[in-house]
């Protein structure tokens, strides 16, 4: 069936690398992107609520744009802002920190240690 065999191939030359997996938006991002999703989303959703009450208060205190459609689009920007603030509390609650990383570190063996070799320069 061409179906199959077409969404087989496509699975296997986008999805099949489990590294193109594993990056951020599919690899459009590159590898070394380390996202901050959560942080993302809480600063952004706090300027777009900003903004939204900044466009409010321009009808509300100086009379300019009083249309109830205003009020309406300034209310969508608010609550939009406000989804966007909760999925990004969200997303960081559930996420953590990315970039914490545990330490590697190796124990010394104190009884066969000994000090580096020195550099000698060659004349």
């Known amino acids: 069936d061409l179906t199959v065999f077409l969404a087989q191939h496509f699975e296997d030359a986008f999805f099949g690398s489990q590294l193109l997996y594993n990056m951020a938006l599919g690899g459009l991002a590159g590898q070394n992107c380390h996202c901050q999703w959560g942080l993302s989303g809480i600063l ?10 900044v466009f409010t208060a321009i009808p509300v ?3 300019y744009f009083a249309y109830q459609w ?9 609550g939009l802002g406000v989804v966007i603030l909760v999925f990004g509390i969200i997303a960081e609650l559930m996420q953590g920190d990315v970039l914490a990383k ?11 240690a000994s000090a580096p070799t020195p550099y ?3 004349q």
């Not at 959703?45 to 009450?53: D, Y």
């Not at 205003?70 to 608010?78: E, K, P, Q, S």
């Open 120 to 122: 000698i320069m060659i």
């Open 61 to 63: 205190f100086f009379d």
């Open 44 to 53: 952004i959703g706090i300027v777009v609520i900003a903004a939204a009450g």
């Open 70 to 78: 205003y009020y309406a689009l300034c209310w969508f920007w608010f």
């Open 102 to 112: 545990k330490a590697a570190a190796r124990e010394i063996d104190e009884e066969n």
